[in-house]
């Protein structure tokens, strides 16, 4: 299935982000750290260019930018960070297990691209898809 195929919208969640930037302005108040707006607008960029994503944690960074956050434990870790100017760092791990058991990263890749670049990598490691 490709992204643009996909029949439900990540805007599911649009209210949950709204809610939860807002409480990163409250909280970034407090420590002189204001929400870049191109970040911002980079974040919402993507996320009305993906469906069927799952929902992502939100934080704000030192520097002002908004980092999306996805996790299941045993199986993945990804992270986007949204720098502005539709710059986005990435970062996906997928885990298997060792010889003991052990949960390992079995693939892992980062890199910068832009928002619009982002849909090639995704799909290739298929972990933030519901």
Known sequence: MKLTEANTSSSTY?????????????????????IRPESERDFWKFISSIR??????????????ISAFWSKRAKYSASLGFFGGD???????????????????????SGKCSVKELAPRIEEFRVLFE
Do not use: A, W
């Open 52 to 65: 069927n994503l799952k929902k992502c944690s939100l934080m704000l960074l030192d520097g002002g930018s």
């Open 87 to 109: 710059k986005v760092q990435f970062t996906f791990i997928t885990y298997g297990q060792d010889d003991n058991n052990l949960f390992v990263p079995d693939r892992m890749k």
């Open 14 to 34: 649009r209210s949950h982000y709204e809610e939860r930037i807002e409480q990163l302005r409250v909280l970034g108040s407090e420590e002189n750290i204001s």
